[in-house]
């Protein structure tokens, strides 16, 4: 029965079970639940049946129907063998896992069709069958599948050289004392410390029931992937499952159940192994001091995916300074292909000070440091004091750090306290600073620092640069991380703040060794982790290299360009821009969002340029924007939205990936041009609101009658799309503004345009458009009816009728209409307190009606909800599937009304749904 206990790791244990599923909580709505519905115990039940997701093949159980789920006997995708395959070659054999898919993207593998056409997402019907390992998908028809000569054999898909395949990975038995054996006590011993299929492998004493048995080759490069899921605001979570589908899951570890060190023991003999660390610096830092603990040879090159706060290591060697929302698979990609560079590290050796007596000591004070390594920066003063309280309140308060925008923001305010307090104004005259044998103290003192850095990246403090343009200074070398040197950087408060505008410290040396001496207690961080150190004597030298997997630049041709067709010397391309709106409701239909954003203007630029000089260009179009450039170079229309480029606008890739995602500013000097874009390049910015030219009467309805001349919108003739005569169809969305869902604008375009007058419009389930209720005119009997009983349900609901709700749904009266504000009956509902009232609502409307917005506020029903700090009716309403990422027009979403409303335990738990729900739409690619 070890099968029915939801488990979200992977059992190493000897009670593993073949086959057996990862379950993760998922979302209450969605998918169908993949017993089906004749097996289903929870279909008569509410909707807020708790469910289960398994990461490996990405069905959905109803947490009641997972004992149903083994009387089908459907199990997981197999992550290992076992030792009863004698045939070698079969035990070699990786075979499909085929699962029935009730959505499915792409196209069949078999006829090249797509699965389902759009707005289909709540069909009961199996559309597709697919392989949870290499992911191919089939028609569920026999004409496509079932007749089809389809290899038993998988390939494990397009990261085969990156997976582990579960026939490495042998499970063993415990060894047995048989009374043969037992006479041969000695040597049955000798055995078993060496290790064997039958017994296993016994290593510092223990007994392990796994054994990895790699076939070597040349193409194969393993990837071990190692997640820390409380970096960056536990963002680690969802990273977990991602990677758990797209390799074995047995190659993925979650470094909170054990750290990394039984991970790298048990793959320590696969040839050309590779680690990913997914979590900040100090995360790869302690997968590197494990790796010098084991004596690995050669010993395995470590990707980064930056899950941190800070993230320099990670910027350093281009994975960026934070992920976001890049497909996995192209990580896995980069990680294969990205070349292995050394890191030098560097070894901190701390005594206790002779000539300083021991005074009182400060309960924070402490003998040594954190670490004994730094692999970036270790550094003493002002930086270190704001670091040190930031860590005592994290470990005083864990729950209020649970973002890495949150995290910047303390640094921000602690630092600027700090400023004003002058905590470490005094810190040349307790130091003394030589490098290679020479004495800096005078210097120091001298320039009165109040922060000493030794640096061994060319980057810190999320992203700074203080060693500066070397070409500023003759007298050092450039800055390497692989050179045996390190650079010391001294600080003033002035210089300090100047580092994030471009600014830097003074460069003081670049050597191999350094003697510090303290006099005073003093706060020091080693990369990032700090401490309040008593005077000592510290010497720092170089200990080692690791090898690291720094991320390339590629050159990929154009899609529309014959590889015989060289890049082109110059490239003319149209520049879209998109709000974070139309982003976060459309980046996974790439049609839908490439109709959704404004032109911006054109630019011409060199045929190989990458995203860095495209910047510039882009950056001038504003400056430019009602004549031609005297150059040439930029070129500018009449059609161009007014509104200028936020501080903050990224690029976007809507080519190499199967949607729309964001590209680092950190990473813009990887990408050529031509990667991310063919004709039309575009961006996204944050802050860009679309909004009406023409204004009307507040007390008129968004959408205008048929009959009527269409009102000119700010929306010009998208470029994406076939003909200018797209204008009309923007002509008839509702106004779109950063506080509204671009889904459902889009939406409307293909819905019946509304009649001006309307007191009430009702929104149809059966196919999620807007229908006319037809006018309040009391020469219509029906229309005077409908509106009565429009009337009487609102009463109903906010006086907390409930009975006399059901009984006029009962009669035909639908729930899903709204008045002439935009008010919706959940709204009326949030607004009367009622738990009742809204459930029923909940449980009849459809999911897209419960973020229909206020016209005056933009509010939905969740932000009323958030801001009447409303607990129980906020949770029915998210789990429901009410959108966490709308914004009003305050700009707010739920979890900033919630905050205001000085409700922190709720606005967190909005926050921590928020992520997860921005992220989830991942797994839409292959929900059941």
Same mark, same amino acid.
């Given at each position: ?20 599923? @990862?379950? #993760? ?41 997972? &004992? ?262 192209? @990580? ?83 630092? #600027? ?138 050159? @990929? ?230 509106? &009565? ?89 998210? &789990? ?49």
């Amino acid at each position: 029965m070890d099968f029915l206990q939801p488990s979200s790791t992977v059992d190493w244990t000897e009670n593993a079970q073949y086959g057996e599923h @990862i379950w #993760f909580e998922a979302s209450v709505s969605g998918d169908f639940c993949y017993v089906g519905e004749q097996y289903c115990v929870a279909k008569s039940l509410q909707k807020s049946v708790a469910r289960m997701k398994c990461a490996g093949c990405k069905i959905s159980v109803h947490v009641t129907c997972m &004992e149903q789920l083994e009387k089908i006997n459907f199990r997981c995708k197999p992550s290992f063998r076992e030792p009863a395959c004698r045939a070698s070659r079969e035990g070699n054999v990786v075979r499909h896992h085929w699962v029935h898919r009730r959505r499915q993207t792409g196209k069949c593998r078999q006829c090249g069709k797509g699965f389902q056409q759009k707005f289909t997402f709540h069909s009961k019907d199996i559309v597709a069958i697919s392989c949870s390992w290499c992911k191919q998908a089939y028609h569920n028809k026999v004409t496509c599948f079932m007749l089809q000569q389809i290899e038993e054999c998988c390939s494990l898909g397009a990261h085969a050289a990156v997976i582990v395949p579960p026939t490495w990975i042998i499970r063993v038995r415990r060894p047995q004392m048989s009374l043969k054996s037992s006479k041969k006590k000695k040597r049955t011993s000798l055995k078993c410390n060496k290790g064997s299929k039958k017994g296993g492998e016994i290593q510092d004493g223990r007994w392990k029931p796994f054994l990895v048995k790699p076939l070597p080759s040349q193409l194969m490069k393993p990837l071990l992937v190692f997640v820390n899921p409380k970096s960056g605001g536990n963002q680690g979570a969802k990273v977990i499952q991602s990677f758990m589908w797209y390799l074995n899951p047995r190659q993925v570890f979650d470094l909170t159940k054990g750290g990394p060190k039984e991970g790298l023991e048990l793959y320590s003999k696969v040839p050309n192994l590779r680690i990913l660390a997914c979590g900040g610096d100090g995360t790869v830092g302690w997968i590197l001091s494990v790796l010098d603990e084991l004596k690995l040879r050669p010993q395995p090159p470590v990707a980064i995916l930056p899950l941190g706060t800070g993230n320099d290591l990670a910027r350093t060697l281009n994975w960026g300074g934070g992920y976001t929302d890049e497909p996995i698979t192209k @990580i896995l990609s980069h990680v294969e292909d990205g070349n292995v560079v050394q890191l030098d590290r560097w070894n901190l050796h701390v005594e206790a000070n002779p000539e300083v007596r021991p005074d009182e000591r400060d309960e924070q004070q402490t003998d040594k440091l954190p670490i004994d390594v730094f692999n970036n920066y270790f550094s003493l003063g002002f930086d270190a004091h704001v670091t040190l309280g930031f860590h005592e309140s994290r470990e005083a308060n864990p729950e209020k750090f649970n973002s890495r925008f949150r995290n910047k923001m303390f640094y921000a305010g602690t630092a #600027f306290s700090d400023f004003l307090s002058g905590s470490s104004k005094d810190l040349a005259k307790h130091i003394k600073v030589v490098c290679d044998g020479t004495d800096l103290t005078a210097k120091v003192q001298e320039m009165k620092l109040q922060c000493l850095l030794f640096l061994n990246i060319p980057r810190y403090c999320a992203g700074t640069t203080p060693w500066g343009n070397p070409s500023e200074h003759q007298d050092f070398e450039p800055q390497r991380h692989d050179d045996g040197c390190i650079e010391v950087i001294g600080f003033t408060m002035t210089s300090l703040a100047t580092l994030q505008v471009g600014g830097h410290g003074e460069r003081l040396h670049q050597c191999k060794e350094v003697t510090l001496t303290t006099t005073k207690s003093i706060p020091m961080q080693v990369d990032g982790e700090p401490c309040k150190l008593s005077p000592s004597i510290i010497r720092i030298s170089l200990r080692s290299q690791a090898n690291m997997v720094q991320k390339v630049k590629r050159r @990929i041709n154009m899609p529309h360009l014959n590889d015989q067709q060289p890049v082109p010397e110059k490239l003319q391309i149209t520049v879209n821009r998109i709000s974070m709106a139309a982003y976060e409701a459309l980046h996974y239909d790439k049609d839908q969002l490439k109709e959704a954003s404004v032109p911006l203007g054109l630019i011409v630029v060199p045929g190989d340029s990458d995203l860095e000089m495209c910047r510039l260009h882009i950056e001038r179009l504003q400056d430019h924007q009602d004549h031609q450039d005297q150059d040439g170079d930029t070129v500018t229309e009449d059609s161009l939205s007014s509104q200028k480029l936020s501080l903050n606008w990224c690029f976007l890739d809507c080519t190499t990936a199967d949607r729309f995602y964001r590209i680092d500013r950190a990473q813009e000097h990887l990408n050529y041009v031509t990667e991310i874009s063919q004709d039309h390049l575009y961006i996204l910015d944050p802050e860009l609101v679309l909004k009406e030219t023409v204004g009307t009467s507040p007390s008129m309805p968004d959408l205008v009658d048929s009959e009527d001349p269409p009102r000119q919108f700010s929306y010009p003739c998208s470029p994406s799309s076939p003909t200018c005569s797209s204008t009309a169809r923007y002509c008839q969305r509702r106004r779109t503004s950063s506080d509204s869902s671009v889904l459902e604008a889009l939406k409307l375009t293909k819905s019946p345009l509304h009649r001006r007058g309307a007191k009430f419009i009702s929104v149809d389930r059966s196919d999620s458009t807007v229908a006319d209720l037809r006018p309040a005119d009391r020469t219509s009997t029906a229309a005077s009816l409908m509106t &009565e009983k429009g009337e009487e349900l609102i009463h109903c609901v906010q006086n907390q009728n409930l009975d006399r709700l059901k009984e006029l749904h009962l009669q035909g009266v639908e729930l899903q209409l709204q008045d002439a504000g935009g008010c919706t009956l959940l709204h009326h509902a949030v607004q009367s307190g009622s738990k009742d009232v809204v459930k029923y609502l909940i449980d009849h409307v459809s999911t897209s009606h419960l973020d229909v917005a206020e016209k005056d506020s933009g509010e939905t029903a969740l932000h009323k909800a958030a801001a009447l700090c409303q607990r129980s009716i906020c949770h029915f309403l998210v &789990e429901a599937g009410a959108s966490l990422m709308k914004t009003d027009l305050q700009g707010d979403t739920p979890k900033h009304r919630a905050a205001k409303a000085n409700d922190q335990e709720l606005a967190d738990y909005l926050g921590s749904r928020q992520h997860y729900q921005m992220i989830q739409r991942e797994d839409e690619e292959t929900a059941v």
